[in-house]
Structures are given as C-alpha cells and as structure tokens.
C-alpha cells in the first residue's frame, strides 16, 4: 500500500481569501458558520480539514466521487486535508461481524478506489481512527465520559434516531418502554462516541455528510462546546447526500444495489439501474437523476451534454445547472434522453476504476474479497 503524505506548502499560492472562502462555501455550509470559516482562512493560510469516512465493502458514488470533488476544493482552499476512516467505530456498532482486521482490509480497498479515480495521494493524510484511540486512550475516554456526563438519555435516544424505544415525561424518567431488542445498550452510547471522535482530532475543519441523525450528532458538538468553552470548537462543513434512485425506497431491500450507484459498477449495471431509475418528466425537485448530474457530472466535467438525433432536435451542451434545468422542465428533454446522458457520464468517470482494477492484480484481488463481503452483508 502506498504510503500517503500530506502536503503542507504552496495549496493557495496566488488564491485570495475571497475566492479560497467561495470554495469552501461551495463544499457545503450552514450558514452559521460562515463568519468563522472566513476567520479561519484569513488567519491561517492552511487550516486541518478532517474528512470522516465509514469503511463501506461497497463504494458509494458519494463516497468514491463526491468526497474526491470535496477533498480537491478544500486542497485549493489551502487545506491539509486529512482523511479519517472510522475503522473503530464500524467495530463498536459491529459492523462486518466486528472484525476489525476485516474492517481494516475494507478501508484499505476504498484508498485503492480513490487512487484510481484520480485522488493525489500525496495531498492528504489518511488516519485511522483505531490507531488514534490506542495510542491516546486516557486521553480520548475521559472526553467520551466528560460528553456523557453532560447530556440527557433523552438527548441521546433522539441522536440515535431512535423514535420510541423509551416513553420519557418531563422529567425525563423512564415510565415505560417498547420491545426493541435490536437496539444494543451501546447504540445508545454512539453519539458520545462520535462526538469525542470528531474533538479529539483537534481540527479546524470538519467535512460530515448530513443526514437526520448524523445531523444530531454535529449539534452534540456544538452544544458541547458551546457549553463546555471547548478549546478546539471545530467548523463543521455538512454535504448533502445522494438520494436514492428509486421511486419509494422505503419499500426496498435493505442495502438493496438498484437503490444507489457504486463505484464498483460495470456499464451493465448503469445502464439497468438508470433505465428504472426514478425521473419524472418535466420535474426537477425530487428528480434523483438531476440529483446525479448536479452533484456529480457539473462538477466533475464543469458541463452536461445530451446527445441526441438531428430529427430530435440535435445534441444539447448544457455549462450549468440552471441552464439544464430550464431545458427539463420545459419539457425540451425527455426523460428517457437525460438518463441514457447519465448513463454515459457515469461510465466515463467510471472507466479509469475499472481499468485500475482490472490491470493491477493487489487490487482486483482487494475487489473480489470485497464483493464476497458486500453479498455476505446483504444477506
């Protein structure tokens, strides 16, 4: 495995604050942070960014592009990028069994899918969380009981997402409770986990996806802080994720593939899971499929092209998301065009993975391993 250095010198030469602030805006932010993230950039020309990262036998297309897109931004902005893969955590929820030699072979095998897809490695650092805690225990399990100690079960319950496992009055006592038996007492203590996890790093910056609970897990951090007067109060920047592909996904298989696009997909597998890929007609919000071309294809080729027959009205080169958009839901693009058009996109960012894989017998043998691991979690 390629031993990955971080680059310290020379990411912003010749980038004002101005626009080293426009692009770390365009990553993703609340707009409560803004006022800190420009302070931050102005007084130091390269801050720590943390980029956590769950180990996954299957890559996401917002984990194996996405990330990558973020990471490159925040390189240009100046950033020591820094790449946090949770190997420790995925073993305390018991993920893959709880195996974390297991575990660690999966982390290791997403590096290989960021290399392929063109990621420098040598400007960032990837850090593994088991690593961290071993070597800084005292450290780090004083501050998970320090975050403990000051919040509420009810606080807890709701970080985990969990809607009823307990009825809580006002006092918040425990009057009566629901079967949920596969809720483990050590759910209830991940938020605390994570948010010691996120402090102990001791990060300017913090990149986190968002959704509902993990959401609630960032304003664990900003309440402690805020409460505590935490030294280290990281920034926390929180993308957005990719919906899923199809139309009513809660009626889905848990980790069903035709949900999502992975990094790991052949051009018969895009095409399949496109052509049935929920895409409304003339409507863009909810459109997972506009979801794809603005998250992934705009930022990665800066442009979306249509391809089409002269009698159709001839291919369409769209340079934003607006101009795209304007055209969709006109009803000048048809549905069917815009996903063969995805379709296309996706297979030439794609392309250099497979080919990377293919050619390179460490990692194919990764690959296989993984997908042994992916049916095995399927099941």
Not at 147 to 169: A, E, H, K, Q, V
Not at 329 to 348: H, M
Request: charged share 25%; with cysteine.
């Amino acid at each position: 495995m390629e031993e990955a250095t971080i680059c310290t010198t020379g990411n912003a030469v010749g980038v004002s604050l101005d626009e080293r602030f426009a692009i770390m805006r365009s990553i993703g932010l609340e707009s409560i942070d803004e006022d800190d993230v420009r302070r931050l950039l102005a007084k130091n020309v390269a801050p720590v960014c943390y980029v956590w990262c769950d180990p996954s036998p299957s890559v996401h297309v917002a984990q194996g592009i996405m990330m990558v897109i973020k990471i490159r931004k925040m390189v240009e902005a100046g950033c020591r990028v820094k790449i946090l893969i949770a190997d420790w955590f995925a073993c305390m929820q018991n993920k893959f069994d709880g195996d974390l030699t297991k575990i660690r072979s999966i982390g290791f095998y997403m590096i290989e899918i960021w290399k392929a897809v063109g990621l420098e490695l040598n400007r960032v650092e990837f850090i593994w969380l088991s690593d961290e805690i071993n070597s800084h225990s005292d450290e780090y399990w004083a501050l998970v009981m320090d975050i403990s100690r000051n919040n509420t079960l009810r606080t807890m319950i709701r970080c985990c997402g969990i809607l009823d496992p307990y009825i809580l009055n006002e006092e918040d006592r425990i009057v009566g409770s629901y079967d949920h038996e596969d809720v483990v007492a050590s759910t209830l203590f991940t938020p605390c986990v994570q948010c010691a996890c996120i402090l102990f790093q001791k990060a300017d910056i913090w990149l986190l996806s968002m959704d509902h609970e993990e959401d609630l897990h960032h304003k664990l951090v900003r309440q402690y802080c805020k409460g505590m007067e935490h030294q280290h109060r990281p920034i926390i920047l929180s993308h957005s994720k990719l919906p899923n592909l199809i139309e009513h996904p809660e009626f889905a298989k848990n980790g069903d593939p035709a949900c999502a696009i992975y990094m790991e997909d052949r051009e018969v597998n895009l095409r399949d899971k496109l052509s049935r890929a929920f895409c409304p007609a003339k409507v863009a919000e909810g459109n997972p499929c506009l979801e794809y071309i603005k998250y992934i294809v705009f930022p990665w080729f800066g442009y979306f092209e249509v391809l089409r027959k002269e009698e159709n009205g001839g291919s369409r080169m769209f340079q934003n998301m607006e101009e795209f958009i304007t055209d969709y839901e006109s009803g000048a693009l048809d549905a069917a065009e815009v996903k063969l058009a995805l379709t296309e996109a996706l297979s030439k960012i794609l392309k250099p993975v497979r080919d990377y894989f293919a050619n390179s017998c460490e990692a194919k043998n990764l690959e296989e391993a993984m997908l042994g691991v992916s049916l095995a979690t399927r099941e």
